[in-house]
């Protein structure tokens, strides 16, 4: 299988630091990768720079065969790549509603930009699917901002879902949750895969060995291994590292 994503040598510095360096792994289609690490390893910052934020000084990310190094996020998420953050990034005076039709717009040509909000056909289309499929039909009129955590960071992934992306990068989408939270997002991101391929950050080690088709781990900056998860588990480098003990 072509890997919908490609990472190679991947590296950026500030000043004098190595964030992230030299960094390589690929995606599979339909599978979930899952990066691994302590606080302060790279994680966001390697998340960063696939996605545009952060203009890499070294190495390519290549997706779905293109090199797409450097582009800026609004041309990533043209290509196909989606992304949800650390801290809940949604427009909190708007319903829920209004906050996935926002971003199903990007699914209408470019033509009908300027027409009324219900004649957008696609966009509405591909809001009923998400309303149905992450459960918020009773949530569609309420402020996003009056919703629960648990239910901010479950919209938050429609969201990021609602233009139809290739890969969808999810950084610590259970961060704050409740455990019942946890365990339904964790079964919602593992249906996902059905229809999209997912680059994850979580800190919840249960939940990454669980669901987990591939991990990378990285510790300064740097990979310190990849695999799948019981190889991961069992090397003695991620058990020092990042468990504490050899």
């Given amino acids: 299988m072509t890997a919908v994503l490609e990472v190679q040598d991947l590296g950026v510095a500030f000043g004098g630091i190595r964030a992230v360096d030299g960094v390589s792994f690929s995606a599979e289609p339909n599978a979930i990768t899952t990066v691994i690490g302590p606080n302060g390893a790279g994680k966001s910052t390697l998340f960063n720079l696939i996605s545009g934020l952060i203009r890499p000084n070294a190495g390519?990310?290549?997706?779905?065969?293109?090199?797409?190094?450097?582009?800026?996020?609004?041309l990533m998420q043209r290509a196909g790549l989606g992304r949800s953050f650390q801290i809940t990034n949604l427009?909190?005076?708007?319903?829920?509603?209004?906050?996935?039709?926002?971003?199903?717009q990007r699914l209408e040509s470019a033509k009908r930009l300027w027409?009324?909000?219900?004649?957008?056909?696609?966009?509405?289309?591909?809001v009923d699917a998400l309303i149905e499929r992450f459960a918020l039909a009773a949530k569609v009129g309420e402020l996003a901002g009056a919703l629960s955590h648990g239910?901010?960071?479950?919209?938050?992934?429609?969201?990021?879902?609602a233009a139809e992306p290739s890969i969808l990068l999810l950084d610590e989408p259970t961060q704050g949750m409740s455990h019942a939270d946890t365990a339904d997002t964790a079964k919602l991101i593992r249906d996902l895969t059905r229809d999209v391929t997912i680059l994850l950050i979580e800190?919840?080690?249960?939940?990454?060995?669980?669901?987990?088709?591939?991990?990378?781990?990285?510790?300064?900056?740097?990979?310190?291994?990849?695999g799948a998860p019981a190889a991961v588990r069992a090397d003695p480098a991620v058990k020092a590292a990042y468990f504490g003990h050899a």
């Fill in 60 to 74: 390519r990310v290549v997706l779905g065969g293109v090199d797409r190094t450097a582009c800026p996020p609004h």
């Fill in 91 to 104: 427009f909190f005076e708007l319903t829920v509603f209004e906050n996935l039709r926002l971003a199903a």
């Fill in 115 to 126: 027409l009324p909000v219900g004649r957008s056909e696609l966009a509405r289309q591909r």
């Fill in 151 to 161: 239910e901010q960071r479950r919209l938050e992934i429609a969201v990021a879902l």
């Fill in 203 to 226: 800190h919840d080690i249960g939940l990454v060995m669980d669901i987990s088709d591939h991990i990378v781990v990285m510790h300064q900056g740097r990979k310190l291994a990849d």
